[in-house]
């Protein structure tokens, strides 16, 4: 089983900026990939940013060039450092982790918020 723990939202203005960070415990696997989603109110949980263990990321369109993801194998940690923030931004931000191996599983943190003013 694996436990996440999110931490670092808050209320920023827009063009702020904050750092998310998650931390795992349990068994996360030798290979897994981390990601971070948000959900806005009225609308579904969307994919932000995922990286792979060996350190690939993807972004969503919405954000490239705005958020970086980054992890720590050792530590079984994934930050999100997310700036030029924008209103849009706004949503409840959940860390997620997909294990690949040895075994397949999906585990999500119990989310952050997010606030950006206008």
């Known amino acids: 089983q694996v436990q996440l723990v999110e931490s670092g939202g808050g209320l920023v203005q827009d063009g702020g900026s904050l750092t998310l960070s998650c931390a795992a415990s349990?068994?996360?696997?030798?290979?897994?990939?981390m990601a971070w989603y948000r959900q806005a109110p009225g609308s579904q949980r969307e994919l932000v940013a995922t990286?792979?263990?060996?350190?690939?990321?993807n972004y969503a369109d919405s954000v490239k060039g705005r958020f970086t993801i980054s992890r720590d194998n050792a530590k079984k940690t994934v930050t999100l450092q997310m700036s030029s923030l924008k209103p849009e931004d706004t949503g409840v931000y959940y860390c997620?982790?997909?294990?690949?191996?040895?075994?397949?599983?999906?585990?999500w943190g119990q989310g952050t918020q997010v606030t950006v003013s206008s």
């Open positions: 990286i792979t263990m060996g350190g690939s990321p």
């Open positions: 349990g068994s996360t696997g030798s290979k897994n990939n």
């Open positions: 997620h982790v997909h294990t690949i191996w040895p075994g397949r599983g999906d585990y």
